[in-house]
């Protein structure tokens, strides 16, 4: 867990690492342009000044992180105690409804991407299948779900852990 969680941290090094560089070079114009004059003390203090910055981002990210996580600890528990005396026809629909919503999620939205282009080349009378906007934001948000934030998870490496 730890070497994930400090891979995850790479990006935030690398942005510090180019702010800092970014930084130096801004510097180092101004003083050769006769913008700035700063000795060695000023440039120390600004970039300690610029890593602090950014130091406070990555414990905010940090935080963030950590709530998350209680988040999805927290839902999980309480939907594993619902289901715990739950009789076995409701743990089977429990279990079945999300793959099925998202198949159908997949399906639909999918097909109407698919559908015209398939009706064009064979001929046929394939119409789109029509959604009210609450249906289209309900497919779209399950797709993100899937797509979006459960692949960051995955690729995160925390998926299925809490």
């Known amino acids: ?23 130096k070079g ?17 440039m120390a203090e600004i970039n300690a000044t ?12 940090i935080e963030v992180y950590k709530l998350e996580t209680a988040d999805i600890q927290s839902a999980r528990s309480a939907q594993t105690s619902i289901l715990v005396d739950a009789p076995k026809w409701i ?8 793959p099925y919503g998202g198949l159908m999620a997949l399906t639909i939205f999918f097909g109407n991407i698919v559908i015209p282009w398939v ?17 289209a934001f309900t497919i779209d ?10 692949f960051a998870q995955k690729l995160k490496g925390t998926a299925g852990k809490y």
């Open 119 to 135: 009706a064009t080349l064979t001929g046929l009378p394939f119409t789109r299948i029509e959604m009210t906007e609450h249906e």
């Open 91 to 98: 743990k089977a629909v429990a279990a079945v409804v999300v």
């Open 50 to 61: 610029v890593q602090d910055g950014l130091i406070r981002w990555n414990d905010q990210l």
């Open 26 to 42: 801004v510097l180092d114009i101004l003083q050769q342009a006769g913008v700035v004059d700063l000795n060695d003390k000023q």
């Open 1 to 23: 867990m730890a070497g994930n969680f400090l891979d995850m941290l790479a990006p935030g090094k690398q942005v510090a690492d180019a702010a800092i560089g970014i930084g």
């Open 141 to 150: 948000g399950i797709i993100a779900f899937f797509f979006g934030y459960r």
